[in-house]
């Protein structure tokens, strides 16, 4: 029974993924170009209920839909990680066009060379974990 | 019932993402996208190669769901929603990509020359998505984290270290774009 619920949520992230072009290429180009205010519209949009929800979870002790207690962990604190990771991950977002999310919902859609891309994220997330240890973190 | 077939402003997709977030953490999860990516190497038997992927990936079940819904979700909406029209970008952007060889701007939802079927037999259109995936994939990992788990995820929960990775992601796309695409493209 669970597992409808995550498909079902899956299945409505998709939609929104690729209705609102945020798996399209061109949207991601152009962001970078900051030529549209379209994908900001929708991170701030996004971000601006998100803060919201969030604080109202953490200040009315809101519980999950099975009663349980919501923990919110914090990440470690450190820059070189996230500085060096995000650059990274910047420059391949603005190369494939697409993340991890509107990469699978690129699949569902039939664009097949989206495989490519996928592999090379598993390769590149395999990379990350034989080179880990020798990092900044 | 002509909604359907339009695309999705920014102001309703955004919500809709968050909203998204929230469903995912009232079922006692959270948001994250890339984690998957850990996920499907460990399956793939990447616990023999490195203790990074040793982990009970079956714990992670739930999120495979959901990127399983994604692809689903994707071919639902680019199939019965009309979701494959291209977006409405400016003819300025047109006119670039057109001069960085992009002929398809402006008439589909992906560059043909990246996600057409002809990409398959092109070694500089397979290097390029290659290497994107690759950077995307290290990226991610290395950061802990993805638009989803970060620019959503960790944002809207205040955290400095995402703000940190969200300016990383930037950094990096920029580069790409006005550095590195003049000397690929």
Known sequence: MKSIVYLVIGIFFGMVMLKSEAASWFRIYEMFQFKSFHMYGIIGSALALGVVFIQLIKRFKIKTFNGEQIHFSDKNKSIYRYLFGGVVFGLGWALAGACPGPMFTLLGAGFLPIIIVIVGALLGTWIYGLLKDKLPH | MDLINQPLPWYVAGPLIAITMLLLILVGKNFGMSSNLRTICTALGANKTCDFFCFDWKGQRWNLLVVFGAIIGGGIAFNYMSGGNAPEISQEIINELKTLGFESAGNSYLPVELFGKG???????????????????????????????????????????????????????????????PLIF
């Open chain 2, 119 to 181: 990409v398959f037999s092109s070694v500089k259109g397979i290097f390029i998505l290659l290497i994107g995936g690759i950077l995307v994939g290290f990226g991610a990992r290395y950061a802990g984290g993805c638009t989803s788990g970060h620019a959503i995820s960790g944002l809207s929960n205040l955290q400095l270290p995402s703000l940190i990775a969200v300016i990383g992601f930037f950094i990096g796309g920029l580069a790409m774009v006005h550095l590195i695409f």
